[in-house]
Every structure is written in C-alpha cells, then in structure tokens.
C-alpha cells in the first residue's frame, strides 16, 4: 500500500492551495481518508476525515469554513482544498488511512496507513 500526496508549496496568506493524496496497492472505497498535519514542535494532529462514501466529514475546527475535503472513490484519491490560508496553517500535511471499513474516526491512532507528507507554507 502507498499513499502519494502533492500540492504543496509556497503560497501567501489569503491564497488557496490543493492537496491530492492517490493511495495504490488496495482499494479503500470503504474505509475513511483523512489528512493531518505537523508544525515544527507540535505534535501531528487531524485537520479533516471524510468517510467511504464522502457522505461525512469532520474538521478541525481551526480549519472548518476554509479547508474542503473530498475524495474520488473511481480514484482511489482524497483531496483538501485550502482556502484562506494563514501562516499558522503552515505544517507537513499528510494523507492516511483507516483500514477499519465504514467508521468515520479523528483519533491519529487508528489510521493505518501514511503518506510521506507534502510541505505547506504560508508567508505573512
């Protein structure tokens, strides 16, 4: 199983940036995707999770009202769309897994698989 993410970089605050995160090896049109992120010195916490049918989802709520999440099941891609970004927004983004099919979950502890992370700044 592999989880690629893209869409990173180096955007100003205000702006919007993508991040797409395409999982290969297994199908996961039953199980949550969901994206995280880690600031230097902080420890890696949710940012969304959408489960199996995109019916659901969940933000933190430092993002909700900014951040889209969706998926593409024919895919096998989660996506996040940030708008309004602001330098706090800066972080190592990461896509993962829950391989317990149907559940929608936010706990970090229950994702199973992990992508390598994409780097997201945001200048002031």
């Known amino acids: 199983v592999q989880l690629v993410e893209s869409g990173g970089g180096l955007v100003q605050a205000g702006g919007s940036l993508r991040l797409s995160c395409a999982a290969s090896?297994?199908?996961?049109?039953?199980?949550?995707m969901g994206w995280f992120r880690q600031a230097p010195g902080k420890e890696r916490a949710i940012v969304a999770a959408?489960?199996?049918?995109?019916?659901?989802?969940y933000y933190a709520d430092s993002v909700k009202g900014r951040f889209t999440i969706s998926r593409d099941n024919a895919k096998n891609t989660v996506y996040l769309q940030m708008n309004s970004l602001k330098p706090e927004d800066t972080a190592v983004y990461y896509c993962?897994?829950?391989?317990?099919?149907?559940?929608?979950?936010?706990?970090?502890?229950?994702?199973?698989?992990w992508g390598q992370g994409t780097q997201v700044t945001v200048s002031s």
């Open positions: 959408i489960n199996w049918s995109g019916a659901t989802t």
């Open positions: 090896g297994r199908t996961f049109k039953i199980n949550t």
């Open positions: 993962a897994v829950d391989q317990t099919p149907f559940r929608l979950t936010a706990r970090l502890s229950e994702y199973d698989y």
